[in-house]
Every structure is written in C-alpha cells, then in structure tokens.
C-alpha cells in the first residue's frame, strides 16, 4: 500500500479518536477552579489565625506545594491530570509536580545519580529563566533608578 503524505494525513485523521474539547475545558477550568478555590480557602484559614497577608500568602504556597507533592508521591495527582488534563496546571502545584515525578520515577537509579540528578529535568529550564530573568530585571530597575 503506496500513499503519498497527504492520503496519509487524512487516514491517519479518520482513525484518530475525536477530542471531546468542550468536556476537557470544562473539566480543565473546573478543577483549576477548585485547586485556586482550594488555595483561597487555606489563605483564608491562615488570615484568621492572624498571620499577616504577605505570611498567609507564604504559607499558602507552601501548603500548596506540599500537598501537590504529597498527591503525587501517592499517585494520586496523575489520576487527577489525567481526568482535568491542563487544570492541573495551576502554576504552583503543576511545578511541583513536574519536579517530584521525575524525582521519584528515576529514584531506581540512585539518590544522587537518580532522583538528585533528574528532580530538575522538566523544571530546571523553568528556575534558570526565572533566575536569569530576575537578574536581568533587577539590574535593568537598578540602572532606571539611578538616572
């Protein structure tokens, strides 16, 4: 059977399963939803134990962080990625899950070699840019301000 590339594109197209978009967004924006909603509240708890808004704000990420950690070393957070797809991405609980999932699937291959050395694989491109461009805005403020 002897197809050029564009015959090959549309079979490909009539076999591939149809996205069902309007239910991936729905889920996405829903689960997103509740992760931010879920984020609010515990900033709220920590607002009303007295913690000052920049503290509670603190602890809040952290909180996030650990329990986007914890759900993924249970594996509990891919089977809720799987089911809202891009809501997971929520910037800080998808950050830490891009950064103990490599750690723990390459933990076979030693602490150092292994989780150490892979942990930052899909993030570390993320904290270099973030770092590199941190630095290059804050020379760039330093040099406006003294003009």
């Known amino acids: 059977m002897d197809m050029t590339p564009q015959e090959y594109q549309e079979y490909v197209k009539r076999l591939a399963p149809k996205s069902p978009i309007f239910k991936d ?21 920590f607002l009303s134990l007295g913690l000052a808004k920049a503290d509670a704000g603190t602890a809040t990420s952290i909180c996030l962080i650990f329990l986007s950690a914890l759900l993924t070393g249970l594996n509990l957070y891919n089977s809720i990625a799987r089911f809202a797809g891009a809501g997971t991405l929520v910037p800080i609980t998808g950050f830490a899950n891009s950064v103990v999932s490599p750690a723990i699937d390459f933990k076979s291959e030693s602490i150092t070699q292994g989780s150490c050395a892979k942990m930052f694989t899909i993030a570390g491109p993320v904290i270099v840019y973030g770092v590199s461009a941190s630095v290059i805005y804050g020379i760039i403020l330093v040099l406006l301000q003294s003009f």
């Open 25 to 45: 967004t729905a889920f996405a924006f829903f689960i997103g939803g509740a992760i931010c909603a879920l984020g609010q509240l515990i900033q709220n708890g």
